[in-house]
């Protein structure tokens, strides 16, 4: 049996600090415009947990409600977005890939709200990719 992956991240300013207890059941590039505008890039790139994954280690997010059911969370200090939240899926975490500190060790599979996607930026990539959002479901390994 392999052994459990721990991975460790936080903001830019280290007010924040986290390590999660596996590695993701997904990964995504997100287009849309919300993503783009809070990040302050093209797109941003998340990755999901089951919230008892997750171990807040030093500080806690701020969190904006940018949308009737969503919460995105970025330090307060430092501005660094850092969490994604849909309030119809409290049994999971979404965190920014960049926040991690070793962030190659996980790589996105999909992007999604492609119809959003600046039409400059060229990818080339085999990942899949939709239009609008795709369901967020942990798969069973």
Known sequence: ??????????????????????????????????CRKSAGAVMMSWMDFCSEQVEWLKGQVTELASSKDIRRG?????????????????????????SLDLPQKVQPTYHIHTDEQVSWLNIDDNCPRYKAGKTLTKSSN
Do not use: K, W
């Open 74 to 98: 970025f330090c307060q200090h430092c501005g660094c977005s850092l969490t994604y939240r849909h309030l119809d899926y409290p049994q999971y975490v979404t965190l920014s890939i960049a």
């Open 1 to 34: 049996m392999a052994q459990r992956e721990l991975l460790q991240g936080g903001c830019l300013c280290v007010a924040i600090r986290y390590q999660v207890n596996g590695l993701p059941f997904d990964a995504d590039h997100c287009h849309c415009s919300q």
